[in-house]
């Protein structure tokens, strides 16, 4: 029965995780590099231009420029900058509901940027949104993440055995063993990690897919159950009678007295102008674990301090701790480079998962000379999604310096440089000698990388030496993580180089040891 | 400061948890420990684990955070260190266990 029951589990292991894998490995690709967003903006726009101004500085500037572009606006979204991230960000949407932004710099009220490029909210909102339209994209990623889960706890159990092996990696090994040694040291040693950032992964997006209480209980009216958790800005329909908006910067100090030790992130407004305005001063998302700092809410119309928002329910609290820990804005510059590397081992987890169920496939099947549709199918998307991603990621990266300035809708074809170069990979696969497409697309992902602080250099004003001397640590930081990057994906292709037998990886298959056959599924 | 000290002291914990075990303790020594041994190194890995919790528990909620991250990247240089270099294993661990104290009264001092 004992055993049945592990069979089981690994064979569900086995499947979800291939079905699942190849989006799994995009979204925590993608996902790693977005805890890193505003220094990925910050590099992707080298011509940035930002004045450090205080923070009443930068709400007066807000202030005065709101009133002056968007005076009749339904409502307005002030976020304030902060250490890593200096601009101005603005939105607001008119009264026929079209929203309009501006990136700014604080101190000129100039647009801080000429080069149009989507920056880290690109990785960001393909993390969850998977580049697919409104509500489909976050529909699949959730899906994917439940499966994740799933995947994870029958790994628990399909590679128990390391838990009594802990700490044994032996690269040694014929390939498979160190293969499977590999996949459970790094999904056993960050399993934390991965169980934690998996579940919050799934409560983040709760909503959209476990609406069954929301709507048992509120009906069509969502937004009474936001206004009852408390915590949102509260924005109220024009009333039609106009009185002046009080200048914001008041309000602001006086919020800020409830959280003195840290800064203002956003400011709402609802119905500026009106006598229905509704002012809402958040506390920045860094000084919490959960993802909701305090508000205030103050009567738009007189200045009135209308209600403060600090203490959620138990359940409200719970939920918005999860979503804190899933996108980790609270951490310091140390935990940040934790939270990376960690997702850069979950990412090497699911790539070492795939690549482990190619091989037991191909080695089960050496002795039919050619193999079949299906190994060969997730041998090309393996390499497809392994490989060819970093090598789209270079392709954003390149085409980022490589494209004119003033491209029309540059931002966009920035992205198709990135699925362009993503597709190619998988032609690629599919068309190329399977023992050495690893190979090629590694070792070219890897020359990309290496280069990407030499093609900055030749195109912008800045380079690699410079901001090391100068102490600029977000450029210095992001193209030594690409040399990192590169020298990872070179030794990854230097590992799984062809030795002189047909193919690359089944060469250095040997004879699994009997107690490797009791594990296999 | 203190973070290096939750830190060290994660890394020592786990190197003595994992001489603690058989077959690491005949990579890194050549022979199985003698059963006190086995017991001292298991208890003193515990032992730190602990310590390393409450000193995160000390710092506040982003110290625990960062304890259960860090759990696993001294996890996984352990694991290099001993498929790599098993000899150096030791000597790091007391290295480990020695920074973990000079960070602790270098926090307590400042």
Redesign the interface.
């Known amino acids: 029965m004992k055993d049945g029951f592990r069979q089981r589990m690994a064979w569900l292991h086995t499947w979800a995780g291939l079905v699942a894998g190849w989006l799994l490995f995009a979204m925590f690709v993608t996902g790693t590099l977005a805890v890193f967003r505003p220094e990925i903006n910050q590099w992707m726009r080298p011509d940035q231009a930002v004045t450090r101004v205080s923070e009443g500085e930068a709400i007066d500037a807000a202030d005065r420029y709101l009133r002056q572009h968007a005076a009749d606006a339904a409502r307005w979204f002030i976020r304030l900058p902060n250490p890593r991230d200096g601009v101005l960000e603005m939105y607001w949407a008119t009264r026929d509901g079209e929203w309009h932004d501006a990136l700014l710099d604080p101190g000129t009220l100039r647009p801080s940027v000429q080069r149009a490029t989507l920056g880290g909210e690109f990785f960001y909102r393909f993390h969850f949104e998977l580049q697919m339209p409104y509500p489909w994209g976050r529909w699949l990623a959730s899906f994917a993440a439940m499966v994740m889960l799933v995947v994870l706890v029958s790994g628990i159990v399909t590679h128990r055995r390391f838990f009594k092996?802990?700490?044994?990696?032996?690269?040694r090994k014929a390939a498979q063993r160190a293969w499977l040694d590999a996949h459970n040291?790094l999904g056993v040693?960050?399993l934390?990690?991965h169980l934690?950032i998996t579940l919050s992964g799934v409560i983040t997006l709760m909503a959209l897919t476990m609406p069954a209480a929301l709507d048992a209980r509120y009906g069509a009216d969502s937004d009474a159950f936001y206004r009852e958790r408390g915590g949102e800005p509260p924005v109220l329909p024009r009333s039609g009678v106009d009185r002046p908006l009080p200048s914001l910067r008041p309000l602001a100090e006086a919020a800020r007295r409830h959280w003195p030790d840290s800064a203002i992130g956003t400011i709402v407004v609802g119905a500026p102008g009106d006598a229905n305005a509704r002012v809402t001063v958040l506390q920045a998302d860094n000084a919490?674990?959960r993802i909701r700092g305090a508000a205030v809410v103050f009567d738009g119309a007189t200045g009135r301090l209308l209600d403060v928002m600090n203490a959620p329910r138990a359940a409200a609290l719970t939920h918005d701790v999860l979503y804190g820990?899933h996108t980790a804005r609270?951490?310091?510059g140390?935990?940040r480079w934790?939270?990376f590397?960690?997702g850069v081992?979950g990412s090497l987890m699911i790539a070492s998962g795939l690549v482990l169920w190619a091989i037991k496939r191909r080695q089960r099947e050496t002795k039919a000379s050619r193999p079949t549709f299906g190994t060969r199918l997730v041998e090309v998307l393996n390499v497809a999604a392994v490989a060819g991603l970093p090598l789209a990621i270079a392709a954003f990266f390149w085409s980022n310096r490589l494209l004119p300035v003033g491209l029309a809708d540059r931002a966009q074809v920035e992205v198709w440089c990135f699925f362009g170069a993503w597709a190619l990979s998988g032609v690629h696969a599919a068309c190329a000698r399977p023992r050495t497409v690893w190979l090629v697309q590694l070792r070219l992902g890897a020359a990309a990388f290496a280069l990407l602080p030499l093609l900055s250099a030749l195109t912008t004003r800045q380079n690699l030496f410079q901001a090391i001397m100068r102490g600029q640590g977000v450029e210095a930081g992001f193209e030594l993580a690409a040399l990192a990057f590169a020298a990872m994906l070179a030794w990854s292709a230097h590992k799984l180089r062809p030795a002189r037998a047909p193919t690359a990886i089944a060469t250095r298959i040997e004879p699994a040891p009997r107690t490797l056959r009791e594990e296999a599924p | 400061m203190i973070q290096l000290a939750v830190l060290f002291s994660s890394y020592a914990a786990f190197t003595a948890l994992c001489l603690g075990m058989d077959g690491h303790h005949r990579e890194v020594f050549g022979r199985a420990p003698a059963p006190g041994r086995k017991r001292l190194l298991r208890g003193a890995g515990w032992a730190l684990l602990l310590a390393s919790l409450l000193l995160a528990i000390a710092i506040g909620a982003q110290g625990v955070v960062a304890w259960a991250v860090m759990l696993t990247l001294s996890t996984v240089l352990l694991v290099l260190l001993l498929a790599y270099w098993p000899r150096r294993v030791a000597p790091l661990g007391w290295l480990g266990l020695a920074c973990a104290g000079l960070a602790l009264v270098a926090s307590v001092w400042s």
């Not at chain 1, 092996?165 to 690269?171: K, L, M, Q, V, W």
């Open positions: 092996d802990f700490f044994t990696f032996r690269p040291a040693l960050a934390p990690f934690v919490q674990l820990l609270f951490a310091g140390g935990l934790l939270y590397l960690c081992l």
